[in-house]
């Protein structure tokens, strides 16, 4: 069995299971283990997962399969049976790093979460019989009673389907299409507007240029529709180069470029005060959230020395963040 000495949740220090906070976000207290009894590779266990995973609505190129909890011990979920759980593994794509892929989305999702106060998908690693890290996130969208919210993701929102615009139909658009249907269809536009920029901004800190429409949504748990919990988040040039933002119109079209953005191709703080400001928000909000980013916290480099990339990996994922950091950060 695999040797853990952080929370695989929280990446507190000191424990070799769920730590008692994790727990309490995770499973409502109740105790369950990190380490599954079964594997997502190999010919004996393909043919349980390919069934799990017709039975699963969730879109994504990832692999992903439905969970529960039972008798404190996570397993696939039945077909038919409501989950309550995401499992993701390392993807089954031909990509050197593709291991580390479910560490990454872990810690760059305690990022956001712990250091940035951006409301996330509570999520964790857990453990396959082989060892290997598997990313599990509880899902937001069912109610206790196993029923569930109402929930439509951006590019439903926005009426975009591969029929209308071909395969790539999620990366077309822009950021600020997504806060104009915020502002036309949220009664507190503007609180969910501004939490929709700070996601954004920690998008484009954080290299997860992977950002597309379908990882956003509204979601509607009290009556009317706000942003739902931020999920997807990872540092995807970690394993692929790629553009800055995920949307192939960027920020937005009717925004002037910053001449630093014009020089090198990538944004920088001015760029981004310029989408604050076209998507409604007013400039004091606006230079707050940009203020939280100047600089990393000493939390950020604590959390990447925890988590549970290899060394190398952990390294490559600070000098990336770095770099990201200081071209925001430049004259505009």
Known sequence: MKTIGVCPATLQPGHDTYSPLALKMLFNGEKVSPFLGFDFEGVNASSDLQENQRNLSISGVQEKYSAVVEYGHIRLSHP???STFILKPAPLIHLQTRKQIPANEHLTMQIASQVYGIDTAAN???????GQPVYITRRFDVKPDLTKYPMEDFASVLGKTEQGAGSNFKYDGHYAMIADAIRAVVPAWMVETERFFKLVLFNYLYANEDAHLKNFSLINR?????LAPAYDLLNTRLHLE???LGLKGGLAPDIEPSDAMLRTGHLCRTDFERFGRRIGLPAKRTERVLDLFMEFPPKVNNLIARSFLSEKMKCNYKRIIEQQRQWFVREG
Do not use: I, M, P, T
């Open 124 to 130: 964790a690693l857990c453990f396959s019989a082989k």
């Open 80 to 82: 038919g049976e409501q």
């Open 242 to 244: 790629s553009d800055d």
């Open 222 to 226: 009290n009556g009317e529709y706000a």
